[in-house]
């Protein structure tokens, strides 16, 4: 039974959860116990409130929260392209509003979900996936308090983004699954980055979202920057 399972020592359990994945998914490997990530409280309960249904993207998300430690003595300020219900842009406000950071956060999404998928995006999406709404979106945010650097954009990548033009940024989370919108936000943002600031795609490496590994290939190839890839999924470079 269940309960006398939980009884056993963490190892042990751990042991049976990996022989276990091993017959169902062979194809990857369990994490290993005693992670920090595992025991971090605060993140947990976080996590918990704002993305309690989406347990597949934890470790994405603390990674994300992890490297915008990174930025923070960076000038510039913060972008997310594709925002959904705000799962990420909380860890993004939180960082800015705890830390007291003179940076604005602009959140970018259609509210409508995806737009049509190209031929480069395979079959995994179709218009109108992952569709939210400005009211749950600020549902998530409303634990924060009142978030005066907050600015949201809402209009299909790229409508908005000549709104911040003129701005300099060091933190871009891009998370639009395709790749077109892909493209056309790292076209607009990379040359708007300070030097230091961290990009971070949610999306990169994943087999659902093969155009975007593809147009992110592209235009990193002739860069300086080194494009790390993340265990959990997903890649960043720091600006040089």
């Known amino acids: ?4 399972v939980l009884n056993l020592s963490p190892f042990y359990r751990f042991c049976l959860a990996r022989d276990a994945y091993r017959q169902i998914w062979p194809e990857t490997r369990l994490p290993d ?10 993140f947990s309960a976080d996590f918990s409130q704002v993305s309690p249904e989406a347990d597949y993207t934890y470790e994405r998300k603390f990674n994300l929260d992890q490297l915008f430690k990174l930025v ?3 000038e510039g300020d913060v972008a997310e392209c594709g925002t959904f219900k705000g799962g990420s842009a909380f860890f993004l406000a939180r960082h800015i509003a705890s830390r007291k950071l003179a940076k604005r956060l602009c ?3 259609s509210f409508q979900g995806l737009s049509t998928p190209a031929d480069i995006d395979g079959n995994w999406w179709t218009a109108g996936d992952l569709c939210s709404s400005m009211q749950e979106l600020r549902r998530n945010l409303e ?12 209009g299909w990548i790229p409508q908005r983004f000549p709104e911040v033009s003129g701005r300099r940024f060091c933190f871009v989370h891009i998370d639009v699954d395709l790749a077109r919108p892909t493209k056309d936000s790292l076209e607009f943002f990379y040359p708007r980055l300070n030097k230091g600031a961290v990009l971070l795609f949610d999306d990169y ?21 080194l494009l790390v890839n993340l265990s959990a999924g997903g890649a960043f470079f720091i600006k040089t």
Request: proline residues 6%; contains cysteine; charged residues 25%.
């Open 107 to 109: 959140l970018f999404d």
């Open 33 to 42: 116990i005693g992670r920090r990530i595992d025991s971090d409280a605060a």
């Open 143 to 154: 634990p924060l308090g009142k978030l005066d650097f907050v600015e949201l954009y809402q």
């Open 72 to 74: 923070i003595g960076i």
């Open 205 to 225: 490496g994943f087999d659902s979202c093969p155009g975007v590994t593809q147009v992110v290939d592209e235009f990193m190839c002739d860069k300086p920057e």
């Open 1 to 4: 039974q269940a309960s006398n």
